[in-house]
């Protein structure tokens, strides 16, 4: 780490102007280099955006050692949750519901920091409670104050973790739920569903990709919503064009890479790429497309999961011969074929 004189070194480029500045890097770095040795100094760096650090700090002998804090498990997430409530326990203002255990298991995904909002809002909607509307001033008698188990599941709902499943997006995508459409979609979804067991299940399979084709219209995208659902996985994710309008391709490109990175994170995860057509912006005319969008897609198909963790990867497009030309169907595992109704399942519907 030692040298009289450090020559510039070349670094990453900054992304989209949300890197760290030349000037300020060069400062950090000559920080930490130095001119002389610095004995029994421990250095340590934290952030939550490590792709956005620049790769000269990352080096050896700087910031060389990297040690990822992933998220608590359930047994974790239960001790985080009773070093929050012990005071709490101790000065009686738990009610006798409370089931911490319950809550450590419906906190799927939960940081130490969202875990302990929960605990405040739950405090807060107790405390509301003893509030009298009709004159504030009145003061709050706190051996009243009893957090009950609805306060806790309420602040669930207020306190939703930052990592994890997209349930509203998801629940947006089949608005009406699932309608009996015939035996011929029921069979499609139940074989969808399988996929999402065997990742779950078996261990030889930490990749599956599936591809749900067919005309505009044909409920491709609520069989993907409803399996990523009824899966129950910690992690669920749907791209669509949707949530990228205005972007460049780059930006896009890095978007769906960091949903793919964090799906990595999480022992069990969905991804639904929606529409992917539109996603590589797709022009019949011509035919025009985004050659970056859809190597990156490609890429990504077939990346396997780091060791431990699991994917399911399901694609939905209405344009198959498209998808099969550029060589994007070929890195899906399974292609199945979603049709339109008939007239008499149209009916029922």
Do not use: W
């Not at 669930?156 to 998801?170: I, K, N």
């Not at 669920?236 to 964090?262: N, P, Q, R, W, Y």
């Amino acid at each position: 780490m030692l040298s009289k004189t450090r020559e510039p070194e070349s670094r990453g480029s900054t992304r989209d102007g949300t890197g760290v500045h030349d000037s300020i890097v060069n400062q950090l770095l000559t920080k930490i280099d130095g001119v002389e040795a610095l004995n029994n100094v421990l250095l340590i760096g934290m952030t939550n955006r490590k792709d956005l650090l620049d790769e000269a700090l990352l080096r050896p002998g700087r910031l060389e050692v990297q040690v990822e804090i992933s998220l608590p498990d359930e047994a974790g997430r239960l001790q985080i949750l009773e070093i929050h409530t012990n005071k709490m326990k101790e000065n009686s203002f738990l009610a006798a519901d409370i089931n911490l255990s319950e809550l450590a298991a419906r906190t799927k995904n939960y940081s130490g920091a969202e875990l302990e909002g929960v605990v405040k809002s739950a405090v807060s909607y107790a405390f509301n409670r003893q509030l009298n509307m009709d004159d504030l001033t009145k003061p709050v008698e706190e051996e009243n104050i009893k957090v009950t188990m609805d306060d806790f599941l309420n602040a669930l709902h207020e306190v939703v973790p930052a990592f994890g499943a997209s349930t509203g997006d998801l629940e947006r995508c089949r608005l009406n739920g699932m309608v009996d459409c015939g035996v011929r979609h029921e069979h499609i979804q139940q074989r969808t569903m399988l996929l999402a067991e065997q990742v779950k299940l078996s261990k030889g399979s930490p990749l599956l990709t599936c591809l749900l084709e067919g005309p505009s219209g044909s409920g491709k995208t609520a069989v993907a919503a409803t399996v990523g659902i009824c899966s129950d996985f910690p992690y669920v994710k749907i791209v669509s064009a949707e949530s990228m309008i205005g972007l460049s391709e780059s930006t896009k490109c890095a978007h769906i890479v960091k949903v793919f990175e964090d799906a990595y994170r999480s022992p069990l995860s969905v991804i639904i790429l929606d529409d992917i057509e539109r996603l590589v912006e797709y022009v019949a005319i011509g035919p025009r497309f985004s050659n970056i969008i859809s190597q990156t897609l490609m890429v990504l198909l077939k990346r396997l999961p780091p060791m431990g963790k699991k994917l399911l990867v399901l694609g939905t497009t209405s344009e198959v011969g498209f998808l099969d030309s550029i060589g994007i169907r070929e890195a899906f595992s399974v292609t199945y074929h979603v049709p339109t109704l008939k007239t008499e399942d149209a009916l029922h519907a």
